[in-house]
């Protein structure tokens, strides 16, 4: 049986741009608790957030969710041809709002449809392609007058007998404007969702940056490897006193992080002969202020020696 992308707009006030326009940024929390409903006995995996015009079209597995202030957004496959009227009561009892609408396209037939329904009565279906009328439910709308007078026309309808007077895909958006008040375009209105893959495949994780050697972005040692340096030649001083008390060490031990506020990033482990000339110049720098200090640590150690003498 094939299927057909279905985005499903709950709402809850009479400006559904409103919060959208203001920056309310989706609710993920909202989210994960309708899903939770929808598949109570499937692990959902995070694919990340996104804005929904400019993004594709949530695939098989997949379900894109948007929750803000008064309007929920729900898009995903359904099942079936695009028939808008018939649409299971799962998706329209998901959300408590007294409007749910409901746009529907097939690229593989041509079929465009939206509905609407108000306190669950539907006002209005249509679907169809360029060529043909699947269903037409409810009188036309005011924003569809147009259209059907064939103000309109598809293009190259005047080669087609069949030809409806406008394109539905052409309609679906006219009613999107209509009743949202903007349209899902890639330079239009962004509207923020989360994405979720409901058919077991692994999570979306976040890029984690490499471990390993911190190098100031200056190209000089930055604070971290100066402080390493200093604690190592002051505990080897320490070590080496009369009295063991070590006060320099004691002093390095007990001071804040060294990466407090400082400017630094990590190479991998592991990068080797791939470094770039740049970074070997920073290690080399590193490497002679390390020796610096060493040196300064092993003449503190002698003075020491020579004093318990």
């Known amino acids: 049986m094939g299927h057909h992308v279905a985005t499903f707009w709950y709402l809850a006030t009479d400006d559904p741009a409103a919060p959208i326009r203001a920056g309310h940024p989706s609710d993920p929390g ?26 594709a079209s949530a695939g098989q597995g997949e379900i894109y969710v948007g929750s803000f202030p008064g309007l929920t957004v729900v898009q995903t496959p359904v099942g079936g041809p695009v028939v808008p009227s018939a649409a299971a009561d799962t998706w329209l009892r998901l959300v408590e709002a ?30 169809g392609a360029d060529d043909r ?48 008040g903007f349209d899902l375009e890639p330079g239009g209105l962004d509207v923020p969702v989360h994405g979720f893959a ?26 971290a490897e100066l402080h390493a340096a200093s604690r190592r030649a002051s505990s080897r001083a320490a ?12 002093r390095a031990a007990g001071a804040s992080s060294p990466y ?11 990068a080797g002969p791939r470094r770039t000339a740049g970074v070997d110049r920073i290690r080399g720098l590193a490497g002679l202020v390390g020796d610096a200090v060493r040196r300064g640590a092993d003449e503190v150690s002698r003075r020491a020696r020579r004093r318990s003498r």
């Open 30 to 55: 909202f989210a994960r608790r309708l899903l939770s409903r929808l598949f109570p006995t499937v692990t959902v995996a995070s694919l990340g957030a996104f804005p929904l015009n400019r993004s």
């Open 98 to 127: 007294p409007t749910v609408l409901l746009f529907a396209q097939d690229p593989e037939d041509g079929v465009s449809g939206f509905a609407r329904w108000e306190s669950g009565r539907l006002i209005r279906a249509f679907a």
């Open 260 to 270: 407090e506020d400082d400017d630094y990033e990590r190479l991998p482990s592991g």
């Open 133 to 180: 009328i699947v269903e037409d439910e409810g009188m036309p709308l005011p924003f569809e007058r147009a259209y059907w007078a064939g103000e309109f026309p598809p293009e190259g309808a005047d080669d087609n007998p069949l030809a409806l007077p406008f394109s539905p895909s052409s309609l679906l958006h006219a009613a999107h404007r209509d009743w949202l």
């Open 198 to 223: 409901t058919d077991g495949r692994r999570e979306v994780r976040q890029h984690t940056p490499p471990a390993g050697p911190a190098l100031h972005v200056v190209g000089m040692p930055g604070r």
């Open 239 to 250: 070590e080496g006193g009369a009295d063991g008390t070590g006060t320099d060490g004691g």
